[in-house]
C-alpha cells in the first residue's frame, strides 16, 4: 500500500521555524516528484513548494522563497520542508503528495493538484503568540 505520513506540524510564535517531515511507505519516494500543499480555513489549498524526481530542481510559491526550503532525503524516503520566519498568514494544513512524472518531465515538479496521485493526511501548523 502507497502511503505517505506527515509529521513535524504543530504550534510556534510568529518569526519561528518548524520542519515538516513526508515520510513514504510502500513505494520508493526517489522515483517521484513531491510536492507540498497547504490549506487555511476557508481558504482553497494552494500549493507551496515541490522537488522534482530528478537533479533537485525545486520550486516555491510567492514569497515563500528564502523563507522554506524543500529538501529530500533517499536514504530516508523521506522529504522535508523546513519552514523559517513564520508568520500567522502561514497557519494551515500542511499536505505532501507524490506525482510519478513521465520520464521527459523528471527534471521539473509542478503546483497542479491533479498530477499528485499519492496525498497524506496533512498536518496542522499553527503559528500563534
Known amino acids: 500500500q502507497l502511503q505517505l505520513v506527515e509529521s513535524g506540524g504543530g504550534l510556534v510564535q510568529p518569526g519561528g521555524s518548524l520542519r515538516l517531515s513526508c515520510a513514504a511507505s510502500?513505494?520508493?519516494?526517489?522515483?517521484?516528484?513531491v510536492g507540498w500543499f497547504r490549506q487555511a480555513p476557508g481558504k482553497e489549498r494552494e500549493g507551496v513548494s515541490c522537488i522534482s524526481r530528478r537533479d533537485g530542481f525545486t520550486r516555491y510559491t510567492g514569497s515563500l522563497q528564502g523563507r522554506f526550503t524543500i529538501s529530500r532525503d533517499n536514504a530516508k524516503n523521506t522529504v522535508y520542508l523546513q519552514m523559517d520566519s513564520l508568520q500567522p498568514e502561514d497557519a494551515a494544513v500542511y499536505y505532501c503528495a507524490a506525482d510519478a512524472p513521465r520520464e521527459e518531465f523528471s527534471r521539473l515538479c509542478v503546483f497542479q493538484e491533479y498530477e499528485y496521485d499519492t496525498w497524506g493526511q496533512g498536518t496542522q501548523v499553527t503559528v500563534s503568540s
Open positions: 510502500g513505494f520508493r519516494l526517489d522515483a517521484y516528484a
